[in-house]
Every structure is written in C-alpha cells, then in structure tokens.
C-alpha cells in the first residue's frame, strides 16, 4: 500500500510576491546603506575634522543605539497608525540622517547623522506588513526572503565599498545611502500592496507586556547576549581589519580582492554547518564549536595579522563563523518559544544584537584610542572566551519550550484595524 502522499506547498499569490520581492527590497537597500561605510570608514575617516578611534568606533555604531531604543516603539506604533507610514517614517529619517552625514566636515555631525539613520527602526514593521500580506502557510517563505536579503547585503556591501569609497569618497557614500532610502520609498508605494486591515501576529510582532518573561528565561537570556556578542565584535573588528589590510600593502581601492573571494568561500562554506544544525539535538554543537573557532581565530589574528595572506586567511574563517551563527542563533530563539511569544522573543534578541553593534564601536573605538590595534583583538578573543563560558550550559530545546509561559498563553491575534 502506498504512502499518502505530501501535502502540496501552495505557491504565492501575485500580491503575496510583489509584497515579498518589494519588502525584501526596500530591508536589503537599507541594510546595504548601513553597513555600506563600515568596510572603508576606518580608512576614509581622518579626512573628516576632530576624528579619533573613539569617534569613529561611535560613528560606525551609534545607529546599533537608535535602532535597539526604537524598534518595539515603531512597531506598536504600526499597530495604532498603519504599517505604511511607519515605514515612511523610518525611511525619512534614514534619509535625513545620510544627508546630515554627506554634508558632514567633522566627526560630530557624522556620528548624529548614523544616530538618525539608526532611528528609523523598520524591521519589526516590515515584519509584520509581511504578515499581514501574506496567509500563514506561505509567510515563512516570504520572511525568509527579508532574512537572506540582509545577508546578501551585508556580503555585497564588502565586495562594492572600497571601489565606490574610492571613486566618491565617505560624502558620496552617504548621498548613494540617502538614494538607496528615497527607492526604498518608491518601492513601497509602487510594489508593496496596502493591507485590507492591520492585526497583532504575535508569531512576528513584539508585545512590550511579554518582554519581560522572555528576557528572565535564562537560556533565550543566553542567546540574546550570544547576539550581543557577536555584533559587538565584529563591529569592533571594522575598526582593525581596514587599517590592517592597508598595513600589509594592500590599496583601499583593491580591498575588494580580498573582501569577494572570501565572502563567496565564507557563505560556500557555512552551508554544510547549517544543515547539521538541523539535526536534532546538533545546533548546540555547532553553536559551542562556532564561539570555541571564533576564539581560537581571535587569538591567532591577535599574533600573527601583519601579512595579507595571514589576514585573508583569518577572514575566511571569521565570515564563515559571522554568517553561521547569524543564520543559527535566531533558529535556536524560535525554537525554544511558543508561537505566541515568538516576535517578542525575537524583537529581544534584535535589541541585544543592535546593543552590541553599539557597544563594539563604543568600547572598539576606546581601546584602539588607548591601546592600539592590539587592544581591540585581544579584548575580542576576550569576549569570544566569556561567551563561550556563557552557551556551554545551553540546554536542548526541548527542555526549554514550555518554560517561557505567562505571555505566551495569550497566542491569539488581536486586531487593531
């Protein structure tokens, strides 16, 4: 006798695509804005009046700071006022912001403008739009389409930063940012359908009122400072990695050689990781294994990074960690909470990670200023020890699905409109 067989995926709907290419687009042109400086800025930086390693560790991150304090405020916002003009909204002040820091001739008025980029927080609206869009049993397909498209962005951003640094300088970056974020606007008006009506998926979105039972949970507590963590030091690593390719002979203009074979052996690489993750019972494995390698590639980029072949080689490992764990880490958080308290599980684990983009600047910025390029890697494989001090008492996750109670026992969507 044979098996019945699968159930059919139903494919999308012509609106349910536009609304996922669209989206997906407008999350990718804002992201490449973002991360667009941070392979070049190090570099490109002391052009600019009163710059320091502190002020440029600050410009670097200080939209991490913004986007952590006004994710959850934009998106209860887009509950009460509409999806669409909250997105407006943030695209507005990205613009604004790219604008103050093309004008910019000093360090102070750059950092204010990558702080009013970071203020137009549109993640969680995005997401949940997305939802509204789409049925429930297409929306993971569409969600991930957002997910790999920041990823794509942040591998093009390396690849397209030192060439086009090299042809417009740090000011037309910025101008191409303020574009990027004027399209994502078009985009949005012309491709992006409007919603029949807004309601609260709690899958997607964070309620304020569970914030608090995901974040006294100690092993999603574990998962959001891994986030912290790994933000915290590659953003700190931006600051190093620029000079110390220039240190070895290598032009800005050229860094692109570097930067796109090792982005394409990098997302090559961590695929086979990936899918072993997914084994049961294998994602803590990987987990702890990644943070062990990040330690050990830390340290040895701590002793020996003054030769291009031992920077390029450094870096293929680092990227495959980044682009691992950044795959991993949000997987690990959805499994281990119910539906209904998975967007606050997940709009916690985004404050943690911009927090750390934050932080890694900040506190990357001081110790180049005080100790050199030393300092940094050294104070990174410092975190990469504490951190794994910090996963190795993760349990599995079927000990930890049923802890996170409370807030979840509410699943059920409500409508706002």
């Given at each position: 006798?044979?098996?019945?067989?699968?159930?059919?995926?139903?494919?999308?709907?012509?609106?349910?695509?536009?609304?996922?290419?669209?989206?997906?687009?407008?999350?990718?042109?804002?992201?490449?804005?973002?991360?667009?400086?941070?392979?070049?800025?190090?570099?490109?930086?002391?052009?600019?009046?009163?710059?320091?390693?502190?002020?440029?560790?600050?410009?670097?991150?200080?939209?991490?700071?913004?986007?952590?304090?006004?994710?959850?405020?934009?998106?209860?916002?887009?509950?009460?006022?509409?999806?669409?003009?909250?997105?407006?909204?943030?695209l507005a002040l990205f613009t604004l912001g790219s604008l103050l820091a093309a004008l910019a001739d000093d360090i102070v008025l750059v950092i204010i403008g990558r702080a009013i980029q970071g203020s137009g927080a549109i993640a969680a609206v995005v997401m949940a739009l997305t939802a509204d869009l789409t049925r429930e049993t297409v929306r993971v397909r569409a969600m991930?389409?957002?997910?790999?498209?920041?990823?794509?962005?942040?591998?093009?951003?390396?690849?397209?930063?030192?060439?086009?640094?090299?042809?417009?300088?740090?000011?037309?970056?910025?101008?191409?940012?303020?574009?990027?974020?004027?399209?994502?606007?078009?985009?949005?008006?012309?491709?992006?359908?409007?919603?029949?009506?807004?309601?609260?998926?709690?899958?997607?979105?964070?309620?304020?009122?569970?914030?608090?039972?995901?974040?006294?949970?100690?092993?999603?507590?574990?998962?959001?400072?891994?986030?912290?963590?790994?933000?915290?030091?590659?953003?700190?690593?931006?600051?190093?990695?620029?000079?110390?390719?220039?240190?070895?002979?290598?032009?800005?203009?050229?860094?692109?050689?570097?930067?796109?074979?090792?982005?394409?052996?990098?997302?090559?690489?961590?695929?086979?990781?990936?899918?072993?993750?997914?084994?049961?019972?294998?994602?803590?494995?990987?987990?702890?294994?990644?943070?062990?390698?990040?330690?050990?590639?830390?340290?040895?980029?701590?002793?020996?990074?003054?030769?291009?072949?031992?920077?390029?080689?450094?870096?293929?490992?680092?990227?495959?960690?980044?682009?691992?764990?950044?795959?991993?880490?949000?997987?690990?958080?959805?499994?281990?909470?119910?539906?209904?308290?998975?967007?606050?599980?997940?709009?916690?684990?985004?404050?943690?990670?911009?927090?750390?983009?934050?932080?890694?600047?900040?506190?990357?910025?001081?110790?180049?200023?005080?100790?050199?390029?030393?300092?940094?890697?050294?104070?990174c494989a410092v975190a990469a020890l504490l951190w794994l001090a910090i996963v190795v008492p993760l349990r599995d996750t079927s000990a930890t699905n049923a802890d996170v109670r409370g807030a979840g026992a509410c699943a059920d969507e409500g409508a706002t409109g």
């Amino acid at each position: 006798m044979s098996s019945p067989a699968a159930p059919a995926i139903p494919p999308l709907t012509s609106a349910e695509r536009r609304a996922a290419i669209g989206l997906a687009g407008i999350v990718a042109l804002r992201t490449l804005g973002l991360f667009l400086i941070m392979p070049v800025f190090a570099i490109y930086a002391g052009e600019l009046a009163g710059a320091t390693p502190l002020g440029i560790g600050l410009a670097i991150g200080v939209y991490g700071l913004t986007q952590a304090l006004l994710q959850i405020p934009f998106g209860v916002l887009s509950d009460r006022i509409g999806r669409k003009p909250m997105i407006y909204l943030g695209l507005a002040l990205f613009t604004l912001g790219s604008l103050l820091a093309a004008l910019a001739d000093d360090i102070v008025l750059v950092i204010i403008g990558r702080a009013i980029q970071g203020s137009g927080a549109i993640a969680a609206v995005v997401m949940a739009l997305t939802a509204d869009l789409t049925r429930e049993t297409v929306r993971v397909r569409a969600m991930a389409g957002i997910g790999v498209s920041v990823g794509l962005s942040f591998a093009i951003s390396l690849v397209l930063a030192p060439t086009l640094a090299h042809w417009v300088g740090l000011s037309g970056l910025f101008w191409l940012t303020a574009a990027f974020a004027i399209a994502g606007m078009l985009i949005l008006a012309l491709v992006v359908p409007d919603p029949k009506r807004s309601v609260v998926h709690r899958d997607v979105e964070p309620v304020p009122g569970q914030l608090w039972d995901v974040l006294r949970e100690p092993d999603l507590l574990r998962l959001d400072l891994s986030a912290f963590l790994l933000h915290m030091v590659m953003t700190s690593l931006f600051l190093v990695l620029p000079l110390a390719l220039v240190a070895s002979g290598l032009a800005p203009a050229r860094h692109w050689q570097v930067y796109l074979p090792v982005v394409l052996v990098a997302l090559s690489t961590m695929v086979p990781f990936i899918l072993f993750a997914e084994r049961p019972g294998r994602a803590k494995q990987v987990l702890v294994g990644a943070v062990a390698t990040l330690g050990l590639t830390l340290t040895g980029l701590f002793v020996w990074h003054t030769t291009l072949f031992a920077l390029a080689a450094w870096l293929v490992v680092l990227f495959t960690l980044f682009h691992l764990l950044e795959a991993t880490l949000p997987s690990l958080v959805a499994k281990r909470v119910p539906a209904g308290v998975k967007g606050t599980a997940m709009g916690a684990y985004t404050m943690f990670q911009f927090s750390g983009v934050f932080t890694g600047g900040l506190a990357g910025g001081w110790l180049y200023q005080a100790h050199g390029q030393g300092g940094v890697l050294l104070a990174c494989a410092v975190a990469a020890l504490l951190w794994l001090a910090i996963v190795v008492p993760l349990r599995d996750t079927s000990a930890t699905n049923a802890d996170v109670r409370g807030a979840g026992a509410c699943a059920d969507e409500g409508a706002t409109g």
